[in-house]
């Protein structure tokens, strides 16, 4: 089965430009997670879907950051504009809604540098 | 509300000796736990699981953990620590079949492997 897939792996830009992450997930999971792991940390929860809708997005900075998961497959995660905090590596996880394949699949991440 | 603590942030062991990687949780609903792996600007791996199911969970890589409802822990042990095995590990609970299905993660424990 294929994994998650996330694009770009590697990001750099300058602060207060824009830049967006795409993720797809595994197919036929219905929940996706995008985390933000700054150097050394554990990842955060920045934004859950179930299907297309948002379980929570108590964490996301509103201001700046905007995901949307259009027809409940594919995701795209926004920073606009982009602030030094930033950055860090930004991982997709998709889970099955299943009984019994309860764990949760990682992308590979997009490590972002902003300058 | 959910939490994991993971009591530390540094492990060092010798090659062929013991791992001991601890964890304890907190958890309103009766709790999913992971344990994943991540090697450097590597993806998240899972390690194992416990998902209600027997608590003695054993995963890939000779790990096995011990789920322990009377001291809320969750803690990852090896008899035999390889080099290979030096990473981050992070120890991350779960609501599946509560309110909303989040995944928390843990801070993460170092693991250093010396020869």
Redesign the interface.
């Known amino acids: 089965e294929a994994g998650v897939a996330q694009s770009p792996r590697y990001k750099i830009i300058e602060k207060r430009q824009s830049v967006a992450f795409w993720c797809n997930p595994i197919s036929g999971h219905a929940?996706l997670?995008w985390?933000q792991q700054i150097l050394g940390?554990?990842?955060?929860?920045l934004i859950?879907f179930?299907n297309n809708g948002v379980?929570?997005d108590s964490q996301l900075p509103k201001d700046r950051f905007s995901a949307e998961r259009l027809k409940g497959v594919d995701s795209t995660l926004k920073i606009q504009p982009a602030k030094l905090e930033d950055s860090a590596v930004y991982?997709c996880?998709s889970?099955s809604h299943f009984?019994?394949q309860?764990?949760?699949?990682?992308?590979?991440?997009t490590r972002l540098t902003v300058v | 509300a959910q939490s994991v603590t993971q009591l530390d942030s540094h492990v060092s062991v010798s090659e062929g000796t013991p791992v001991l990687l601890r964890c304890n949780y907190s958890s309103s609903y009766s709790p999913s736990l992971f344990w994943y792996v991540q090697h450097p600007n590597k993806g998240l791996q899972l390690l194992l699981k416990y998902t209600s199911a027997a608590t003695l969970v054993k995963g890939i890589n000779g790990f096995e953990a011990e789920f322990k409802k009377s001291e809320t822990s969750f803690h990852l042990t090896k008899p035999s620590a390889h080099m290979s095995d030096a990473a981050e590990y992070f120890c991350v609970v779960s609501d599946y079949g509560g309110a909303t299905n989040k995944l928390i993660f843990g801070t993460g424990t170092l693991l250093a492997v010396q020869p």
């Open positions: 929940t997670y985390y940390q554990g990842p955060k929860l859950q179930q379980v929570d991982l996880a889970r009984p019994g309860l764990e949760a699949f990682f992308g590979q991440g």
